[in-house]
């Protein structure tokens, strides 16, 4: 992993009402992970000058429909905010926006995000008892997301180092994170989107994910 580097603050100067003036992130978590899974990142983002949240939600056991209202909730109930999601986490933030537009949201980064569906997560579905694995949360991850919410921009950092557990149990065609194949994180509409050398989990952890990430919710594209 990279070592850390000094991320920008915020811009302060941002007129009132712009993405560049928001200063809270919504984090939220992916499939089988905590809440605590986000810590690191979202101090990250701490250095950076944002206000941090965290939102959790039962991935397996626990319905879709409720994680999304929750998330919506969160965000109508608070101020103007960027959100961060990993993988599932972002089909999450996503979901919101579609479901509910007027949510006062920046801009949106999504952690190897399988938009256009999972192919892991169809392979699993199969078998019963591999469908397990997935809970309540297997339509989505399946379906991905068919098109992108109006209004607002969304961004993509991908991972390219093939380890984890995916990998073994299906095929990923062409580059993937070990969980993730890159071709299943792009879809048309995305304002940017960026690769870079990390696993599906080691996205959490990574130093150039985060500053990629402040890039993108203060200047909507990612620094190359």
Same mark, same amino acid.
């Given at each position: &992993?990279?070592?850390?580097?000094?991320?920008?603050e915020?811009?302060a100067?941002?007129?009132?009402?712009?993405?560049?003036?928001?200063r809270?992130?919504?984090?939220?978590?992916?499939?089988? #992970?905590?809440?605590? @899974? #986000?810590?690191r990142?979202?101090?990250? $983002?701490?250095?950076?000058?944002?206000?941090?949240?965290?939102?959790?939600?039962?991935?397996?056991?626990?319905?879709?429909?409720?994680?999304?209202?929750?998330? +919506?909730?969160?965000?109508?109930?608070?101020?103007?905010?960027?959100?961060?999601?990993?993988? /599932?986490?972002?089909? #999450?933030?996503?979901?919101?926006?579609? %479901?509910e537009?007027? !949510?006062?949201?920046?801009?949106?980064?999504? $952690?190897?995000?399988?938009?256009?569906?999972?192919?892991? @997560?169809?392979? !699993?579905? *199969? *078998?019963? !008892?591999? @469908?397990l694995?997935?809970? +309540?949360?297997? %339509?989505?991850? *399946?379906?991905?997301?068919?098109?992108?919410?109006?209004?607002?921009?969304?961004? &993509?950092?991908a991972?390219?180092?093939?380890?984890? $557990?995916?990998?073994?149990?299906? *095929? /990923?065609?062409?580059?993937?994170?070990?969980?993730?194949?890159?071709?299943?994180?792009r879809?048309?509409?995305?304002?940017?989107?960026?690769?870079?050398? %990390?696993?599906?989990?080691?996205?959490?952890?990574?130093a150039?994910?985060?500053?990629? @990430?402040?890039?993108?919710?203060?200047?909507?594209?990612?620094?190359?």
């Open positions: &992993m990279a070592a850390d580097r000094a991320l920008p915020p811009s100067g941002g007129p009132a009402g712009t993405p560049a003036a928001v809270r992130v919504v984090l939220v978590h992916g499939l089988w #992970m905590p809440p605590l @899974a #986000m810590h990142f979202a101090s990250r $983002l701490g250095a950076a000058g944002y206000d941090t949240a965290i939102v959790g939600y039962r991935s397996i056991v626990g319905s879709t429909e409720a994680a999304v209202g929750r998330l +919506r909730e969160r965000l109508r109930d608070g101020p103007p905010s960027h959100v961060v999601g990993h993988s /599932l986490g972002g089909l #999450m933030a996503l979901e919101a926006l579609r %479901a537009p007027s !949510l006062p949201v920046g801009r949106v980064v999504c $952690l190897g995000t399988p938009l256009c569906g999972s192919g892991v @997560a169809q392979v !699993l579905s *199969r *078998r019963v !008892l591999t @469908a694995y997935l809970g +309540r949360s297997a %339509a989505l991850l *399946r379906a991905g997301c068919a098109v992108l919410p109006a209004g607002v921009e969304v961004g &993509m950092v991972g390219d180092r093939p380890r984890g $557990l995916g990998a073994l149990v299906a *095929r /990923l065609d062409g580059a993937h994170d070990g969980t993730v194949s890159i071709g299943e994180t879809l048309p509409g995305l304002a940017d989107h960026l690769v870079i050398d %990390a696993s599906h989990s080691g996205l959490l952890f990574s150039d994910a985060a500053r990629q @990430a402040v890039a993108f919710l203060r200047h909507g594209r990612f620094q190359r």
